[in-house]
């Protein structure tokens, strides 16, 4: 019912700062819940951020917490994550979700994913 596309991936060196954007197609933005997960080379994917329906509440993970920021623009049916202060370990592919549900943490309450986008941070 909503198709996902996340761009604005590439390489940086660390320290330096990307945001990568998510673009939704068919049902208004507005109905879910938004979260955004990573998934490096070998690894399980995992939580990075998401955001309440309104934008009024905003979640990290602990290992991003202060250096990331996540936003929406329901009118814009687009949700940003803002990256700074990257690190090599933030390497991973980027994926967007959207949720009918409020538990925000797990990839099970998630109900549409984008394609990905990769994000490349050089020592």
């Known amino acids: 019912q909503v198709q996902l596309v996340e761009s604005g991936g590439g390489l940086v060196q660390a320290g330096g700062s990307l945001r990568v954007s998510c673009a939704a197609s068919g049902r208004a933005l507005s109905r879910y819940a938004m979260g955004w997960f990573r998934q490096a080379p070998g690894k399980e994917r995992e939580f990075v951020a998401a955001?309440?329906?309104?934008?009024?509440?905003?979640y990290y993970a602990d290992s991003v917490k202060g250096r990331f920021t996540i936003s929406r623009d329901n009118a814009e049916n687009t949700v940003y994550l803002q990256m700074n202060s990257l690190k090599p370990e933030d390497t991973a592919v980027y994926y967007c979700?959207?949720?009918?549900?409020?538990?925000?943490?797990?990839?099970?309450?998630?109900?549409?994913w984008g394609q990905g986008t990769q994000v490349t941070v050089s020592p």
């Open positions: 955001i309440s329906r309104s934008g009024g509440n905003s």
């Open positions: 979700a959207a949720s009918n549900s409020g538990n925000y943490y797990y990839k099970a309450f998630y109900d549409y």
